[in-house]
């Protein structure tokens, strides 16, 4: 059995930290500098190597190069691969050349070995990139999700977020909280300040002080200049620790000294530094099972969870499901220039059945990999077949029974008549508001061809509020407006 890794990257840095972190995962590891030795590699070592990680940018051959190359004599190998870059439209390139995965560098570890262990198990791969391109500093009005746990989250983080205090956002890996926390920065005084990132769980153990806080020219053996840590990067700004629980017990006493006192000293430094830091802080840990076990000190707990948040798993926000998997599929059409642009009723109820493990990230993956891979304008059944075969129960996919809603017809030239007429049946009933509102959707998006900006605005209503009601009645910006390109064409 192929038990190698392939590691190709011009970075010598770059190919020792993966080296170390896959093996330290159990992989054997053998490295290339460039794309024409990493085909040398395969040709030398072929039988060994069960996956490739790949480096997208290299100076004598690109990543794309080299995968484009090795796919003809390796069809089915797979490839990881790696960019510093986060877009969306280089993520689709990667996936269309036959990438298999693709991480945004630095890869987290724990991310890296679960798109390694993914993708040679066959199970396909993380596709970080989609989530790390959600946009940072989106409003919360913007947010999608209109599940009652989730909206209550939402309020109390917005209100949270206009004052100077630390807040902390728990809940399962792939909920949301990177994106949550940018609302909060963009809804906050510091807005035009920096939001400094750091994911406490991918920097090792011997080096979170000199990340935090900084260090000195000659502190430490390979310290050959001075370094400013996140916390003065972050000044007068917003300072995101991702996966706090994750943080050793050192480093958390240095941590509370310096959210008490507002002052850092750097490793190696003399004397302190004053800095003006908001702390917004995210784990998917249960840190009071944490604290009374002893791996987080309380007192830190406390100071960094003034007001604490709790995300929702979207298994229990399933009435969610349907607007973000419009939302993600629309945003790929528009970033990623694939034609898919919709998803039918049937395909809706799959992904609404299905219980997400990964959450939302998992999702946002899912909808990517089946957008990347999709010829069509419209994401089905067929598009799916790791969430059909995953969920591992039968799904009635049956439509609805229903006729169609017949066309309102004018009885006369008055006005009224005519409204009254447009909400009556032809037994001459009301008919009820789910269906008018349907049916006034479905004309706004023909009358805008699907400008789904414009056709929010025209209704009065939030982009999420209406990518919410599209998931609710099975349409897509394409309905309607199929009907006014035929009748132009016709005329």
Same mark, same amino acid.
């Given at each position: 059995?192929?038990?190698?890794?392939?590691?190709?990257?011009?970075?010598?840095?770059?190919?020792?930290?993966?080296?170390?972190?896959?093996?330290?995962?159990?992989?054997?590891?053998?490295?290339?500098? $460039?794309?024409?030795?990493?085909?040398?590699?395969?040709?030398?070592?072929?039988?060994?190597?069960?996956?490739?990680?790949?480096?997208?940018?290299?100076?004598?051959? $690109?990543?794309?190069?080299?995968?484009?190359?090795?796919?003809?004599?390796?069809?089915?190998?797979?490839?990881?691969?790696?960019?510093?870059?986060?877009?969306?439209?280089?993520?689709?390139?990667?996936?269309?050349?036959?990438?298999?995965?693709?991480?945004?560098?630095?890869?987290?570890?724990?991310?890296?070995?679960?798109?390694?262990?993914?993708?040679?198990?066959?199970?396909?791969?993380?596709?970080?990139?989609?989530?790390?391109?959600?946009?940072?500093?989106?409003?919360?009005?913007?947010?999608?999700?209109?599940?009652?746990?989730?909206?209550?989250?939402?309020?109390?983080?917005?209100?949270?977020?206009?004052?100077?205090?630390?807040?902390?956002?728990?809940?399962?890996?792939?909920?949301?909280?990177?994106?949550?926390?940018?609302?909060?920065?963009?809804?906050?005084?510091?807005?035009?300040?920096?939001?400094?990132?750091?994911?406490?769980?991918?920097?090792?153990?011997?080096?979170?002080?000199?990340?935090?806080?900084?260090?000195?020219?000659?502190?430490?053996?390979?310290?050959?200049?001075?370094?400013?840590?996140?916390?003065?990067?972050?000044?007068?700004?917003?300072?995101?620790?991702?996966?706090?629980? /994750?943080?050793?017990?050192?480093?958390?006493?240095?941590?509370?000294?310096?959210?008490?006192?507002?002052?850092?000293?750097?490793?190696?430094?003399?004397?302190?530094?004053? #800095?003006?830091?908001?702390?917004?802080?995210?784990?998917?840990?249960?840190?009071?099972?944490? #604290?009374?076990?002893?791996?987080?000190? /309380?007192?830190?707990?406390?100071?960094?969870?003034?007001?604490?948040?709790?995300?929702?798993?979207?298994?229990?926000?399933?009435?969610?499901?349907?607007?973000?998997?419009?939302?993600?599929?629309?945003?790929?059409?528009?970033?990623?220039?694939?034609?898919?642009?919709?998803?039918?009723?049937?395909?809706?109820?799959?992904?609404?059945?299905?219980?997400?493990?990964?959450?939302?990230?998992?999702?946002?993956?899912?909808?990517?990999?089946?957008? #990347?891979?999709?010829?069509?304008?419209?994401?089905?059944?067929?598009?799916?077949?790791?969430?059909?075969?995953?969920?591992?129960?039968?799904?009635?996919?049956?439509?609805?029974?229903?006729?169609?809603?017949?066309?309102?017809?004018?009885?006369?030239?008055?006005?009224?008549?005519?409204?009254?007429?447009?909400?009556?049946?032809?037994?001459?009933?009301?008919?009820?508001?789910?269906?008018?509102?349907?049916?006034?959707?479905?004309?706004?998006?023909?009358?805008?061809?699907?400008?789904? $900006? /414009?056709?929010?605005?025209?209704?009065?209503?939030?982009?999420?509020?209406?990518?919410?009601?599209?998931?609710?009645?099975?349409?897509?910006?394409?309905?309607?407006?199929?009907?006014?390109?035929?009748?132009?064409?016709?005329?």
């Amino acid at each position: 059995m192929a038990n190698h890794v392939l590691i190709v990257d011009d970075e010598p840095g770059q190919r020792r930290l993966v080296r170390l972190i896959a093996e330290k995962n159990g992989y054997q590891v053998l490295e290339a500098d $460039s794309g024409i030795s990493g085909l040398d590699q395969l040709t030398e070592h072929g039988d060994e190597i069960g996956a490739v990680i790949l480096d997208h940018s290299m100076p004598d051959m $690109s990543g794309l190069d080299m995968l484009r190359r090795l796919r003809i004599d390796r069809p089915h190998l797979p490839v990881v691969m790696l960019t510093a870059h986060s877009s969306v439209r280089i993520a689709v390139e990667a996936m269309q050349a036959g990438a298999t995965d693709f991480l945004i560098k630095p890869a987290k570890p724990d991310k890296l070995i679960a798109s390694l262990n993914a993708v040679i198990a066959g199970a396909g791969g993380e596709l970080q990139p989609l989530s790390e391109k959600l946009p940072m500093h989106v409003a919360f009005e913007n947010i999608v999700g209109d599940a009652p746990a989730f909206q209550a989250a939402l309020e109390i983080a917005s209100k949270a977020a206009k004052r100077n205090v630390p807040i902390l956002i728990e809940g399962e890996s792939g909920t949301g909280k990177e994106v949550i926390a940018g609302a909060i920065h963009a809804a906050s005084p510091r807005a035009d300040k920096p939001l400094v990132i750091v994911n406490c769980g991918a920097i090792p153990v011997n080096l979170v002080e000199s990340v935090l806080f900084g260090h000195e020219k000659g502190a430490f053996t390979g310290a050959t200049a001075k370094h400013i840590g996140r916390f003065e990067e972050a000044d007068g700004g917003t300072l995101f620790l991702d996966e706090i629980g /994750e943080l050793p017990l050192e480093a958390q006493v240095k941590l509370l000294r310096a959210l008490q006192t507002g002052q850092i000293e750097p490793v190696g430094g003399r004397g302190h530094r004053k #800095v003006d830091v908001r702390i917004v802080a995210a784990t998917n840990r249960d840190l009071k099972l944490e #604290v009374a076990e002893g791996r987080f000190r /309380e007192d830190l707990y406390y100071r960094l969870g003034v007001v604490p948040l709790t995300i929702p798993p979207l298994r229990d926000r399933r009435t969610d499901i349907p607007a973000l998997a419009l939302h993600f599929t629309s945003q790929l059409h528009e970033e990623g220039d694939i034609p898919a642009h919709g998803i039918d009723q049937n395909a809706l109820r799959l992904l609404t059945a299905y219980d997400w493990p990964g959450n939302v990230r998992q999702l946002q993956n899912a909808i990517f990999r089946a957008g #990347v891979l999709c010829d069509g304008e419209v994401l089905t059944l067929q598009d799916f077949p790791e969430i059909s075969r995953q969920s591992g129960r039968v799904i009635s996919l049956r439509e609805e029974p229903g006729a169609p809603m017949p066309a309102p017809t004018p009885t006369s030239g008055d006005g009224n008549a005519e409204r009254a007429h447009f909400a009556l049946t032809p037994g001459g009933h009301v008919r009820s508001l789910a269906e008018i509102e349907e049916e006034h959707i479905r004309l706004a998006l023909k009358h805008y061809r699907g400008r789904m $900006s /414009e056709v929010a605005r025209r209704l009065g209503i939030g982009r999420s509020t209406l990518y919410r009601k599209l998931g609710e009645y099975a349409l897509d910006e394409s309905d309607g407006a199929e009907d006014a390109q035929r009748k132009e064409g016709a005329a």
